[in-house]
């Protein structure tokens, strides 16, 4: 294959400039921008998120059909975002909210991968449910934290995508389908989890995020915030399964660093199954903060 550059010969500033000229990934819409201003603050107030949904008339009309969800029993009751804020709470809001802004931005086939765009987009919602519950085990006050960076633990492949697809190259995945770390350095030199830590940076997104994206794949080597590494881990192992049909033992160097955190090989059956046959109540599960209800099944919108 012509034009590959190879491992460890290229300098970081030929990733840093791969990344900062993606295209259409430079800039996130401005929604998005605004909403991460606000996940970066732990006590943001109603007022401001409100002000933010409130410029987006897409946006607000996914929150009010949250809102207005039968699960709340509250159908046809909820007319403004402030309604919605005191009914989901801020949080969960902000997250969803969050997600939504995120899918024209993700949702797009990587032809550089060979993944269509509905499985990538299928992949990260799921490892996205699967770490905020498994968040909510370990630190339930960042439960939502924890659902934002496994939605976005594959950004990198975005980026990377770009590059293949513009050199006429196609890296085929490793089995399981998301774990192509190492063909992805014998290839080009570097992987989609240095590429998505420096693409989280340019985009602003809060740091502890950036280092989840980063060390997802090696959680035991991330240099601060290990639960939420460990859960963005856990639901990207949770999200292959449940697509293809694996079982916990393929990972096993995973399982040894998960079990003097309590989590086990029947653990992660379980979450494969909630996602699979429940993913209503994953998402409740990923996004409800103390103290708050549940929130309502995943709207179509992000689905």
Request: hydrophobic letters at 45%.
């Amino acid at each position: 294959m012509s034009g590959i550059i190879m491992g460890d010969d290229v300098p970081q500033f030929v990733l840093r400039d791969l990344v900062s000229t993606t295209g259409d990934l430079s800039a996130l819409p401005t929604t998005v921008v605004r909403l991460l201003d606000l996940l970066k603050d732990q006590t943001c107030a109603a007022d401001k998120v409100s002000v933010v949904l409130d410029k987006d008339a897409a946006m607000t009309a996914n929150v009010l059909k949250l809102a207005n969800s039968a699960f709340y029993g509250a159908r046809g009751t909820v007319s403004t975002t402030r309604q919605a804020l005191v009914l989901l709470g801020n949080r969960a809001v902000l997250t969803l909210a969050f997600a939504a802004g995120m899918v024209p931005v993700m949702r797009r086939n990587l032809v550089g991968y060979g993944i269509e765009r509905d499985r990538f987009w299928s992949h990260s919602l799921d490892a996205a449910m699967a770490a905020g519950a498994v968040m909510a085990r370990l630190d339930g006050e960042r439960s939502c934290e924890a659902f934002s960076a496994g939605l976005v633990h594959d950004i990198g492949m975005l980026a990377l995508d770009a590059h293949l697809a513009t050199n006429g190259m196609q890296l085929v995945p490793a089995f399981p389908l998301f774990n192509v770390c190492e063909r992805e350095r014998q290839t080009l030199g570097f992987d989609h989890t240095e590429a998505g830590g420096l693409l989280a940076a340019n985009w602003g997104f809060p740091s502890t995020l950036a280092v989840a994206i980063t060390h997802h794949h090696r959680p035991w080597e991330a240099p601060s915030d290990q639960d939420l590494v460990t859960a963005v881990m856990v639901g990207d192992v949770v999200a292959q399964m449940a697509a293809d049909g694996l079982q916990p033992e393929a990972w096993p160097e995973v399982l040894e660093f998960l079990a003097p955190r309590g989590i086990v090989a029947d653990d992660l059956r379980s979450l494969t199954e909630s996602v699979v046959h429940d993913p209503e109540e994953m998402l409740a599960r990923a996004t409800r903060a103390p103290g708050t209800p549940c929130p309502p099944p995943i709207p179509a919108s992000i689905s």
